[in-house]
């Protein structure tokens, strides 16, 4: 077992994992950038050690350093969270080179699912299926009208190695191809180093359905769905499990379809598989995280698995815990994104937060790691809060997200709170089919 756990990460996610390995009596250790020194997760852990300044390059990416941490502190175990290292194959092989357990799928299962075009084309030849689109990386305009004209636009040009929202265009005639094409590259290369293009069909009135898969390498089990496609840019602020829109027998062939392909790849630890469902429930591949997710708390409350839990056990070397029939999902859980961000433009907005009311009570989980008096750091993600409404139906959950939702009072910093309450303005989101142009369409944002 697991004895003493390095949390590579920050915020509300290095909380809800230490909470799970003190839960199994696991030691913990942050390492923290500068700009973090008086966090939370710092004060909570057993230790904590500075890796270098608030730059994410300099601390949280910065692998010599974690390393470094992991060697000192003598901990047997390091937990990426998600974000930053979470996903870089490279960091997973220097950490079991170092003869340490990294808490997640391996380093080639890692590789595999952060290139998306290896992942569509691994996921189809296990009969999972994906979008019309290129089989490979397009290079020249030239191919990418052939492909284009072949498939029907409207398309999506996506970056091979984009992620996070990111490096996505919608193009909707051969004019747009031709005007875009050249500057999607350059600016691929740009945010993720590679200018690799690929095409995928667009899906006009999307849902974004995805699927939980766990896994101890032997054995992979699809526990549950989410519906995530309430998304500001591409992405999620509003996830629900189950997913409102698609129809049970949907929801099996989804799960069994995945459990084959993931059971096939004997996959470890925790993967998303993340699809778009069409208006008829057609369902296809878009590509898979190989992490804990930030919405992974609406499984959670629907399933009674504690998912980070079960990642140590599994990274222990342990079988899963349960049986597939032993998986039940009961109720609706739906859960809210609070950003520090200007609700209407998604700018940021870093700064101190003077007062801070966080509700709770029947139904509600908040996962968070401010408090007030809290600087929120320029640096870093604008997620500060995930509150999670629990309830036996989505009606139920839906009015106890409001009502949490109208406690929440957060002052010093602007927040989506305007927006996420706005929501509830909505018979479209009150019905459960919405799609992932929905705050184009309804607010016109
Ligand atoms: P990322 O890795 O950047 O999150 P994804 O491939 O997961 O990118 O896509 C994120 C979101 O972008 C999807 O949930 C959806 O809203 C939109 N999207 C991506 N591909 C398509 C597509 N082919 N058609 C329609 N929408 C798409």
Redesign the pocket.
Known sequence: MIKKLLIANRGEIALRIMASAKELGIKTVMVYSEADRNSMPVQLADEAYCIGPAKPGDSYLNIPAIMTAAELSGADAIHPGYGFLAENPRFAEIVEASGLVFVGPSPEHIKLMGN?QEARRTMESLGVPI?PGSNGVIKRIGEARRIAEKIGYPI?L?AVA???????RIINTSAELEENFNTAQREAYMAFGSPDLYI?????N?H?VEIQVIGDGKRAISIGDRE??M?RR??KIVEEAPSPFISEETRQKMMDVVEKAATALKLRSLTTF?F?VDSEENFYF??ANTRIQVEHPVTELVTWLDLVKEQLLISSGKRLSFKKEDVKRVGHAIEARINAEDPRTYSPSPGKIHFLFLPGGNGIRVDTAVFQGYEIPPFYDSMIAKVIAYGRTRDEALKKLEIALKHTSIVGVKTNLPLLLKLFESPKFKSGNYT?RFLEEEFNW
């Open positions: 998306k979008l999506i996506k984009g992620g996070g929202g990111r490096g996505m995928e069909k667009y899906i006009e999307a974004h995530c496609s998304q591409h992405q993340e778009l878009i590509e992932t």
